[in-house]
């Protein structure tokens, strides 16, 4: 029996490359290999590509030029943020529950040097409580950080209150936007955050580059030493082809936005409602109103996950349990028992994000094929 077409629904995990950003970084690499710190022509010429991909990433996250700082990845860039604000005494730490492991771990990091941890209270949807925020200890908060789009729920946070009271403690506030760039509208200079980070991976840009964006003036503490490049908060010769590309991927995604953000949703909702219709009981997991266009938590009540994942990797179908920096992990989901999710819901969850490279022909497979392995299991 021939394998069965795979159908890739993991593109909170990663999203592949677009062709023109392929195409562009194997011809940075050739036309613009230089040293970009370089005084010779060939490193001026680097230079030039990677001032014009900087700036025209900032066109199109509303920030100015000089704020964007490149790193390796949006790991790297909620680092640089953290450890960099976390200086001079110790305080409190604001935090989301359930957040990505590349600010929580951080945040557990800097707890064994004297922090603590204050985590927002969210409703059982995922959103942030905005009727509690004014009671948390301001007083003894002096870091605060959010992921604005939820890797495993795709929830979408409101931030405008969370901000303004960061702003009235003076409050530095670092926003995880990994899983937002590109499929949610952000303007930099209209939030009431200090830094922001991003990565080009979950974009159809290239994989080991990313962006950190830093309010101008910011004090922060370099976390890396040894050269000048990127202001010195991120010393390292930069890799232009890299830069290129991602830049080019926002381009893509943005220049054609509101065409990509109806296709997303249509995708999402088109295999939301066959499973919903196939695989009853399903319970879909955060707020249906506020959430990435292309992502679908959804719990199967009877069926276990861990099985449910390996099942439909062999019938096809890539998915995941929820973030893949956590994956080896037989631990619940933080956010689903922040969510006070039973245990039969958390247990049964699976994420599938889908991306602009999916059909909906694709979608009613996907919801046959996930269909049979759900209703094969709850049988037997």
């Known amino acids: 029996m021939s394998e069965p077409s795979r159908i890739y629904l993991d593109h909170n995990a990663t999203t592949p490359?677009?062709?023109?950003?392929?195409?562009?970084?194997?011809?940075?690499?050739?036309?613009?290999?230089?040293?970009?710190?370089?005084?010779?022509?060939?490193?001026?010429?680097?230079?030039?590509?990677?001032?014009?991909?900087?700036?025209?990433?900032?066109?199109?996250?509303?920030?100015?030029?000089?704020?964007?700082?490149?790193?390796s990845g949006g790991t790297e860039s909620t680092n640089i943020a953290l450890r960099g604000l976390a200086f001079g005494k110790p305080g409190t730490i604001l935090m989301t529950p359930g957040d990505h492991p590349a600010s929580r771990a951080t945040c557990e990091d800097l707890r064994l040097q004297?922090?603590?941890?204050?985590?927002?209270?969210?409703?059982?949807?995922?959103?942030?409580?905005?009727?509690?925020?004014?009671?948390?200890?301001?007083?003894?908060?002096?870091?605060?950080?959010?992921?604005?789009?939820?890797?495993e729920t795709g929830v979408v946070q409101n931030i405008g209150k969370l901000g303004k009271l960061c702003l009235k403690h003076q409050v530095p506030l670092h926003v995880d936007a990994v899983q937002a760039v590109g499929r949610i509208p952000i303007v930099f200079k209209n939030m009431r955050v200090m830094t922001l980070s991003l990565g080009a991976h979950k974009f159809g840009g290239p994989r080991g580059i990313g962006a950190l964006v830093v309010r101008q003036g910011?004090?922060?503490?370099?976390?890396?030493?040894?050269?000048?490049?990127?202001?010195?908060?991120?010393?390292g010769t930069e890799p232009t082809a890299l830069i290129a590309g991602m830049a080019?991927?926002?381009?893509?995604?943005?220049?054609?936005?509101?065409?990509?953000?109806?296709?997303?949703?249509?995708?999402?909702?088109r295999l939301q409602s066959g499973l919903e219709q196939n695989c009853a009981p399903v319970v879909i997991n955060?707020?249906?109103?506020?959430?990435?266009?292309?992502?679908?938590?959804?719990?199967?009540?009877?069926?276990?996950?861990?099985?449910?994942?390996?099942?439909?990797?062999?019938?096809?179908?890539?998915?995941?349990?929820?973030?893949?920096?956590?994956?080896?992990?037989?631990?619940?989901?933080?956010?689903?028992?922040?969510m006070k999710q039973p245990e039969e819901v958390y247990s049964s969850a699976i994420r599938f994000s889908v991306g602009v490279t999916n059909t909906l022909e694709e979608m009613d497979e996907a919801v046959q094929r996930i269909s049979q392995v759900v209703n094969r299991m709850r049988n037997t």
């Open 248 to 269: 080019r991927a926002l381009e893509i995604c943005l220049d054609d936005f509101d065409n990509r953000l109806e296709a997303l949703n249509e995708l999402r909702d």
């Open 286 to 338: 955060g707020s249906q109103e506020h959430r990435l266009p292309n992502t679908l938590n959804i719990s199967f009540p009877g069926v276990d996950g861990e099985a449910l994942l390996v099942a439909l990797d062999l019938a096809g179908i890539a998915c995941s349990l929820g973030s893949t920096c956590a994956s080896g992990s037989a631990e619940p989901a933080p956010i689903l028992l922040a």
């Open 17 to 71: 490359p677009f062709p023109e950003v392929i195409d562009l970084v194997a011809e940075t690499y050739q036309t613009a290999f230089a040293n970009p710190g370089s005084r010779h022509a060939e490193g001026r010429q680097a230079r030039r590509v990677l001032e014009a991909a900087r700036e025209s990433m900032a066109d199109r996250l509303g920030c100015e030029p000089h704020e964007i700082i490149f790193t």
């Open 218 to 235: 910011l004090k922060m503490q370099p976390v890396v030493t040894g050269g000048f490049q990127e202001q010195g908060k991120r010393p």
């Open 114 to 151: 004297g922090w603590s941890i204050c985590e927002i209270p969210i409703t059982e949807e995922g959103l942030i409580d905005r009727d509690q925020l004014t009671e948390l200890p301001w007083e003894e908060i002096r870091l605060a950080c959010v992921l604005i789009a939820h890797n």
